[in-house]
């Protein structure tokens, strides 16, 4: 059970925030509890929406952006967001079990994926304080200043997703997946 209130409907939410959850369920057929639980602050749920809107119009793959997703979400130790991203990146993005398993391992059999994720890994274990090594390494894959701008934001916004789900224990709405079973 959520340790807040959770909108049971579009119209049982605040209506600053109707708007946006109905945008949502137009587009995914449905509306998951984070965004209900975020839709509590109208402010927060227009934010992580923006922000995500903005950055699936960007550099990165969408296949990347899960895969980013799914690593963040190990680290950080998020069953909600590791739920949700292990069934977009199956049944969207496409990638196979062992794809998915080395994303939530920190890498990935794609080498410029592989560079991605690694340095997304890295700037969730430093709190963003990367070394040269890392930011070479991602470069040297084949990374631009963009795209390396690009992982950051994404693992700020899938930070502020697993930060969200576990202070407020999100009731998990996908098939179920652990961090403890990487």
Excluded: W
């Excluded at 109707?18 to 945008?23: I, S, V």
Aim: glycine share 6%.
């Amino acid at each position: 059970m959520s340790r807040i209130q959770i909108p049971g409907s579009i119209s049982a939410a605040p209506a600053a925030s109707q708007a946006f959850l109905e945008r949502v369920g137009k587009s995914l057929g449905s509306v998951p509890n984070l965004f209900r639980l975020t839709a509590n602050s109208p402010a927060a749920l227009e934010g992580y929406v923006g922000l995500s809107g903005a950055l699936a119009k960007g550099s990165l793959a969408p296949q990347t952006r899960e895969r980013i997703a799914l690593a963040v979400a190990q680290i950080n130790g998020c069953d909600y967001c590791l739920s949700a991203h292990a069934y977009l990146a199956a049944n969207v993005a496409k990638l196979d079990a062992a794809e998915i398993a080395a994303n939530r391992a920190g890498g990935s059999s794609d080498p410029k994926a592989d560079a991605a994720v690694k340095f997304a890994a890295a700037l969730v274990r430093a709190r963003g304080q990367v070394s040269e090594a890392d930011l070479s390494a991602v470069r040297m894959a084949g990374h631009s200043d963009a795209e390396m701008v690009e992982i950051v934001a994404h693992v700020a916004l899938n930070t502020l997703t697993n930060y969200l789900n576990e202070a407020f224990d999100t009731p998990i709405d996908f098939p179920v997946v652990t961090a403890s079973a990487a």
